[in-house]
């Protein structure tokens, strides 16, 4: 587009004219000429007017995911909103996402986290997310610590296979699925098999008193081998332990009615 110039008669007495950025002296005629930009500034004149116009359209209406914003004497504002804050500075406008994003904004709270770390829940529904103390060694499992307490990385139990243990010292007592008993009367303590058992069902038993024994007795129908040794059939059958520390693992094989010992420490007698 070529340049578009208006010729301005300044009858001697106008010699220079400035501008924003420099200034421009009449020629020897005595004329200044005002030109457009070339590209969307144009200049027209007509009488003793000079009228400059700016090409194209100027936005009325700023469309958004909700709504729209209309500009108020030539200014729109850009307002931060929830988790997000606007900055400008000469003629940038910034726009930041809060750091860190909360909780019940989507985010988690927190700016950084442990490499490989567990992450929990916050204190509350709401506060930021916590890392668990450590990351552990080879081996160890992540365990409960109780309500309100992070969990953390713990040696692994051993020999319970996670049973519930109990001391009984009264004379009898009935086996339960996992559960472990350690006999620990004077004299002995009869434990008997339950009447209905799953297979893959376990109990374990061991002499705990220094002159007591257990006796693993059987209902109806019911008999234990113990390696290949198998104790008499029904309420007949038994197995007895010989001495103190001697230990047990019972496993229903058979539904209701069979059962494989393991002796883990001592010997049994199998009756």
Known sequence: MSQQGILVETEGHVETFSTDSGSAVSSAAGVITFVGDGGAITSSGAGSTVTYTVSGSVPTSFSSDSGSAVPAAGVITFAGGTGINTSGS????????????????????????????????GT????????????????????????????????????GGGLTWNVITAASDDLEASNGYFANNATSVTITLPATATV????????????????????????????????????????????????????????????????????????
Request: proline share 1%; hydrophobic share 40%.
């Open 90 to 121: 000469g003629s940038t406008l910034t726009i930041n996402l809060d750091d860190p994003v909360v909780v019940d904004d989507g985010g988690s709270g927190r700016s950084t986290a442990t490499a490989y770390g567990v992450i929990c829940g």
């Open 124 to 159: 509350t529904s709401t506060s930021a997310q916590q890392s668990v103390a450590s990351l552990g060694t080879a081996a160890q499992v992540l365990t409960s610590n109780g309500a309100g307490a992070l969990p953390t990385f713990q040696d692994a139990g051993g020999g």
């Open 200 to 271: 893959g069902e376990s109990f374990e038993v061991v002499a705990m008193h220094a002159a007591g024994t257990f006796i693993v007795a059987q209902n109806a129908g019911q008999s234990i081998q113990v390696g290949n040794s198998v104790s008499t059939t029904g309420v007949g059958g038994s197995i007895t332990s010989t001495a103190q520390g001697d230990w047990i693992q019972i496993v229903c094989n058979v539904t209701d009615t069979g059962f494989f010992a393991n002796v883990k420490q001592g010997n049994v007698t199998v009756a």
